[in-house]
């Protein structure tokens, strides 16, 4: 039986798929809507004039999920935390050839994600994960950057932004943290104290200091560039960092589920994410440097919309050249699917080099 359908949004009912459905309606590409609950999925497409399916991510069905996906040529997954719902939804998209892109940032999701390119270049499915503004904007820059200086064996990229989390991002963040610092060190990942380095960052609009923090680049970059040395970093307050690096003793304990939960229950359930408002006016602010082994150095900046306000337009334009053939079978980057220059193919990106 044939694809008979453009595209399916998993999650659209959290914060980050929401912006998603609404975009993609603008953009005249309207999606169906999926999700678990249907009480949260049903008004939500109803609202936006948009077909739906409900429908839980079961291992243990792949027959049904994949079932699920047949009539659909692409599926983006907004459903967090990925750890827990990519690898199911991967394992339907091989099955039924069905083109996966997902908004994660999280490390082990996109190792083992690029771990299946040969399996999906013979599926003929696109693997692309980190169609959002982790990893798109930085990955981009590390490519332009490796360009700059072909022979780089480092690489150091940061962010900066004004808005909150959101509920999703708090608990990937949440999970991240409870592994500790990551970096890639000759072309290996390394786990590394939280908070284990803390630099000043020259950003476009001013200098703020950055600590390293286990963020998706350090996997996706070492794929884009080939560069075997990568450390992320992302200005915070100087009470953030002090308390990441007060509570590096505790870390152990945040993988108990009981504490876990605790944590979720407590403290990321009420987190909202940035106010429409916020989301308008906002401006993300990165840097990156590459230098070689003779020491020579290239750097570059790059100024883009608010993190969430980014993310939804740049997935929807991500799954919109998936969609219209354009990027070869296989898992990939953003920057490897579409070029260095994609970010800047956005309004209100500019990327300046030095």
């Known amino acids: 039986m044939g694809k008979t359908h453009a595209w399916l949004l998993y999650g659209a009912n959290g914060y980050s798929g929401q912006l998603?459905?609404?975009e993609a309606v603008?953009?005249?590409?309207?999606p169906t809507l999926a999700g678990r609950r249907e009480g949260a999925i049903r008004p939500l497409a109803e609202r936006l004039g948009l077909p739906c399916r409900v429908f839980a991510l079961d291992p243990s069905a792949p027959e049904r999920m994949a079932g699920e996906l047949e009539p659909f040529e692409g599926m983006l997954l907004a459903a967090g935390p990925f750890s827990a719902t990519s690898a199911p939804m991967v394992e339907a998209c091989l099955q039924t050839g069905?083109?996966?892109?997902?908004?994660?940032g999280e490390i082990a999701v996109l190792e083992g994600l690029y771990r299946r390119n040969v399996e999906a270049q013979q599926r003929g499915c696109v693997l692309l994960p980190g169609v959002g503004f982790d990893v798109v904007p930085s990955d981009c820059l590390a490519v332009t950057l490796k360009a700059l200086l072909p022979d780089a064996t480092s690489l150091e990229l940061a962010w900066?932004?004004?808005?909150?989390?959101?509920r999703g991002t708090a608990t990937s963040m949440l999970e991240g943290l409870a592994l500790g610092g990551a970096m890639r060190q000759g072309?290996?990942?390394c786990r590394v104290p939280t908070a284990w380095r803390i630099r000043k960052v020259p950003f476009r609009d001013r200098?703020?200091?950055?600590v390293s923090l286990p963020w998706g680049d350090v996997s996706s970059?070492?794929?884009s560039t080939g560069i075997p040395s990568i450390v992320v970093y992302a200005a915070l307050p100087a009470s953030a960092i002090l308390a990441l690096r007060v509570m590096r003793p505790l870390v152990p304990?945040?993988?108990?589920?009981?504490?876990?939960g605790w944590l979720r229950a407590s403290i990321v359930r009420h987190i909202t994410g940035p106010d429409e408002q916020t989301r308008r006016s906002g401006r993300s602010q990165l840097w990156g440097r590459v230098t070689d082994a003779a020491g020579q150095e290239r750097s570059a900046t790059l100024e883009t919309p608010e993190a969430y306000q980014l993310t939804a337009i740049t997935a929807v334009e991500c799954m919109r050249r998936v969609l219209a053939g354009k990027v070869a079978p296989g898992a990939q980057t953003p920057a490897t699917a579409f070029g260095a220059d994609f970010i800047t193919s956005i309004a209100g990106c500019d990327l300046l080099t030095s």
């Open 207 to 210: 200098t703020r200091t950055a």
């Open 187 to 189: 072309g290996h990942l």
């Open 98 to 104: 069905t083109h996966y892109l997902d908004i994660t």
């Open 160 to 166: 900066a932004g004004h808005s909150s989390p959101t």
């Open 20 to 22: 998603i459905a609404k």
């Open 253 to 260: 304990l945040l993988r108990l589920k009981s504490l876990h």
């Open 221 to 223: 970059a070492y794929y």
């Open 26 to 30: 603008r953009r005249g590409m309207p």
